[in-house]
Structures are given as structure tokens and as C-alpha cells.
């Protein structure tokens, strides 16, 4: 006759590594405690939350939603995009050495002055 194993039973592959410590304010203890009374659990026994907890948890039904896109990816792209235009101003100011902005001024200048003439002509065309 085989000898009977006394003890906890083993575990094997299937022990709990990792610890979670939950604290609860007096609201939600209460809750709690209701939902062990609906299991007739008592909450102040040592060995009975655990085992309750883990069993809503993980046999619990949960909706999954919508995960946000990997905004790494898309603050390495953003990183890019300014490292080009980082890259185009550089190049803008090297081959304009006097001004960069020069020829943009005298194009709005230029428009500007067009403008005025647009409007002084439409001034004169409603007065006559």
C-alpha cells in the first residue's frame, strides 16, 4: 500500500508568480463585502477573497475595445516630417545668404500693389 501524501497539493507549472496588492476605501470594502455575503463568503477569513477574485476576474466577460493606434510610429513620423523641414530652412537660408525672405517680400509687395490698383478700379467703376 502506497503511503498517502499529506500537505498542500503541488502546484507544478501551475504556481502563482505574480503578487497584486489591492486597497479599497470604505465604499468599495463595502461592496465587496456584499458580494461575498451574495457567495456566502466571509470577507475576514484568510484564504476566501483571493480565490473569489481571481474567479470574477478571469472568468468575468469583458468587452474588448478599440485600441488606439501606436502613436510611436506616428511620433517618429512627426519627428521626420520636422527634421525635413528643419533641413529645407537650412537650405533656404544657405543659398540666400542676404535674406531668404527678399523675394517673397517683393512678391507681396507686388500683389499689394495690384490689389490697389483692382480696387481703385472698381472704386471708379461704381462711382460712375
Known amino acids: 500500500m502506497k503511503p498517502r501524501k499529506r500537505g498542500r497539493k503541488r502546484l507544478g507549472n501551475k504556481k502563482r508568480w505574480h503578487n497584486i496588492m489591492l486597497r479599497f476605501n470604505d465604499a468599495e470594502y463595502e461592496k465587496l463585502r456584499a458580494i461575498c455575503e451574495s457567495y456566502n463568503l466571509d470577507i475576514c477569513q484568510r484564504g476566501t477573497l483571493g480565490p473569489l477574485l481571481r474567479r470574477l476576474v478571469l472568468n468575468g466577460k469583458t468587452e474588448e475595445k478599440e485600441r488606439l493606434p501606436d502613436t510611436l510610429e506616428?511620433?517618429?513620423?512627426?519627428?521626420?516630417?520636422?527634421?525635413?523641414?528643419?533641413?529645407?530652412?537650412?537650405?533656404a537660408h544657405q543659398k540666400n545668404l542676404r535674406s531668404p525672405n527678399i523675394s517673397f517680400e517683393t512678391e507681396i509687395k507686388r500683389t499689394n500693389e495690384l490689389l490697389y490698383e483692382l480696387l481703385e478700379i472698381t472704386l471708379k467703376a461704381r462711382t460712375e
Open 74 to 91: 506616428l511620433a517618429y513620423h512627426i519627428n521626420r516630417i520636422g527634421n525635413n523641414i528643419n533641413q529645407l530652412v537650412k537650405l
